[in-house]
């Protein structure tokens, strides 16, 4: 017969492996009996209540999840069950349960404490607490700096399981910062990982991601097959976080493509408190994705029904870019033409102190349309070229396309850059220009720059709309070519 403390090894295995690939709160259930079994070994009980925890906000279970945070709490922390700095465990346990008590201010110490101790060594389950303790806390440059580190460290230790891992925090903190090129890439490196260490559920989430990412910069195809391959784990396996980024996917998908009344009816869905399907964490992201699909289907009372929750969301949540949104909306469900120009003003001011072109490039489209219908033709030109620029160095193909259509509607041209103009290029656009100009193929280009083919199709049909050329003969004529392998 088993003693106790085996019992509880047993248990913790099991709630591990069903973290990886089976339900959640299944897993969840798993990990808080071997909590139970292993009270005289505080450090796999430590290790047992943390994957608790984690396994109950991935199903966005948040009793489930402040229950387990409490039990861990009660623990010392030396470091041993995650290899991490003394007091590090304990800190990020500290602060996350002070910010799901609604105490964010308490919250704020803890959680910046873990990021400046795991930024100071290489251990990667630190880096990994310190990548979701800086999200928590709206430090997304840190976010993505020790994803990045994290990611680095699972890589060089050649364990697969902490490569998806690393890359699935990596790849969402660069969702954060707007720089969707490198999430997909860090995701499907993360997706390769998962599906060659078993972990299903990291796999979905990666899926999620990548249906993200195609939402801005397409092809939209991919934004369904990803979004139903993330759905089918997700669901099963009772996953709120992947549910919640494959159907805001699909919901921007079906805005971009002229189906706002598509994309409310599928975000109402989601956000209804009977559904259980959105995550408590991510409900603030797409929120203004709904306000804008509602307002564009005529809808205005779901519209305004919305904004007293994402109102709460900016006070309370540290998100950079939630003063501009909520302008947005705001702007969107104003009662006068005056008051949705000042409103629409205030947003584009806020989005130049917070960054993130790809959702100021909307602000601005959603200004130059609204300005069109209005008969001002000439104040929406000014704003949907500008949108037009920011949407084409985004990469953000269906948008632009987008945008271009409403630019022809208020009687505007296309913009093109003045021959040799390469200021519209980003740094990693313009080495991949430079070889282009070289006369190196597509294959030789991501095989110098470590990245896949696909990418660099992608890159170069944005680099083809930012010049205004059709060939890689216009091309040529237009950027000086790379002299070597160390050129940019």
Known sequence: MQSTAARGRTELARGLRLQADGP???A???????????????????????????????????????????????????????GAPDGTAQDYVAGLLALLRGRSAEAAGPLRRVVRTALTGHEPEALLLAAAAALLTGDVPDACRAGSRALAAARAAGDDALVARAAEHLAYAELRAGRHAEAREHALAGLRAAQRSSRANTAAHH???????????????????????????????????????????????????????????????????????????LRGLVLPTLVEAAVGAGDRATARAALPELTAWGRSASDPQSPALLLRCAALLAASDAEAD??????????????????????????????RRRRRPSDARDRLRDALRLFERAGADPWADRTRTELRAA???????????LT?????????????????????????LSVSVRTVDCHLRNIFVALGVRSRVELARQVPPATGPASP
């Open 424 to 448: 519209g290029l980003t740094p990693h656009q313009l080495r991949i220009a430079r070889r282009v100009a070289a006369g190196d193929t597509n294959r030789e280009i991501a095989e110098r």
């Open 342 to 371: 000042a409103r629409f003003h205030e947003a584009h001011v806020a989005h130049l102190a917070s960054g993130g072109t790809f959702e100021a490039a909307r602000t601005l489209l959603l200004h130059g349309s609204r300005l």
């Open 411 to 421: 009687g505007g041209a296309q913009h093109r850059p003045a021959p040799g103009d």
């Open 24 to 26: 959640a709160l299944d």
């Open 28 to 82: 969840y259930a798993s990990l808080r009996l071997a909590r139970s079994a292993l009270v005289a070994e505080p450090g796999p009980a430590l290790t047992a209540v943390q994957a608790a925890a984690a396994a109950a906000w991935t199903a966005g279970d948040r009793t489930a999840c402040v229950e387990a945070l409490t039990a861990a709490a009660g623990l010392p922390d030396d470091g041993a069950p995650l």
């Open 207 to 281: 899926h999620a991601v990548l249906a993200l990412t195609a939402s801005v910069q397409g092809p939209l195809s991919d934004v369904t097959r990803h979004a139903t391959t993330a759905l089918a784990t997700a669901r099963r396996h009772g996953l709120a976080q992947p549910v919640t980024l494959a159907e805001w996917a699909l919901a921007r998908a079906e805005l971009v493509e002229g189906r706002p009344a598509d994309a409310a009816g599928r975000l109402v869905t989601l956000l209804a408190p009977s559904d259980g399907g959105a995550h408590f964490a």
